[in-house]
């Protein structure tokens, strides 16, 4: 119970100022797909543990955009990310004294939170038989960079919601 509620609280935090675009190739008819593998070769920028979370959201989460897995998908997926660990919040704290042609001030930041990674992360869709990207999905977004194994795994379900939210593409 702990866990879950520690990963309502983690998504409710990540879903400030996060975003998620899509782009598509308009002359394919993404009704004729119903199948998806892996490239055998995923080059992420993330670790082992971290693609194995990407997988397991995507193979929760296509099946109900009626997309199966099988050994020789209609489409293959692809994914990758950039990271870029930032600093938290600060409080600036400043005290002075002055007077006559002289002035004397002493200032600092507080550090509030921990640092944050802000992640880009892409998923593609590409067409096996004809080797064409159809279909992609960018979120752009920050979490914590102190986070369980659980609460990463919520928030990969999470970015990959809100990617497959734009597929199939509505024209």
Same mark, same amino acid.
Request: aromatic fraction near 12%; charged fraction near 15%; include cysteine.
């Given at each position: 119970?702990?866990?879950?509620?520690?990963? %309502?609280?983690?998504?409710? %935090?990540?879903?400030?100022? =996060?975003?998620?675009?899509?782009?598509? /190739?308009?002359?394919?008819?993404?009704?004729?797909? +119903? +199948?998806?593998?892996?490239?055998?070769?995923?080059?992420?920028?993330?670790? /082992?543990?971290?693609?194995?979370?990407? #997988?397991? =959201?995507?193979?929760?989460?296509?099946?109900? #955009?009626?997309?199966?897995?099988?050994?020789?998908?209609?489409?293959?997926?692809?994914?990758? =990310?950039?990271?870029?660990?930032?600093?938290?919040?600060?409080?600036?704290? !400043?005290?002075? +004294?002055?007077?006559?042609? =002289?002035?004397?001030?002493?200032?600092?930041?507080?550090?509030?939170?921990?640092?944050?990674?802000?992640?880009?992360?892409?998923?593609?869709?590409?067409?096996?038989? @004809? /080797?064409? %990207?159809?279909?992609?999905?960018?979120?752009?977004?920050?979490?914590?960079?102190?986070?369980?194994?659980?609460?990463?795994?919520?928030?990969?379900?999470?970015?990959?919601? #809100?990617?497959? @939210? !734009?597929?199939?593409?509505? #024209?």
């Amino acid at each position: 119970m702990r866990t879950l509620l520690t990963s %309502l609280i983690l998504l409710l %935090l990540l879903g400030c100022g =996060a975003t998620a675009t899509f782009d598509y /190739d308009t002359k394919t008819d993404f009704s004729v797909y +119903s +199948s998806y593998q892996y490239f055998t070769t995923i080059q992420s920028n993330l670790n /082992d543990f971290e693609d194995e979370r990407v #997988k397991n =959201a995507l193979d929760s989460l296509l099946p109900l #955009k009626n997309l199966n897995k099988e050994s020789s998908g209609q489409l293959l997926i692809n994914f990758f =990310a950039y990271e870029q660990i930032t600093a938290g919040n600060t409080i600036g704290i !400043g005290f002075g +004294s002055g007077g006559g042609n =002289a002035s004397v001030g002493v200032g600092g930041d507080v550090p509030v939170g921990g640092n944050k990674i802000e992640q880009q992360f892409t998923l593609d869709l590409v067409d096996a038989q @004809n /080797d064409a %990207l159809v279909w992609q999905g960018v979120y752009t977004g920050t979490y914590p960079a102190k986070t369980t194994p659980a609460q990463r795994q919520a928030y990969y379900y999470k970015v990959i919601g #809100k990617i497959l @939210n !734009g597929y199939p593409p509505k #024209k």
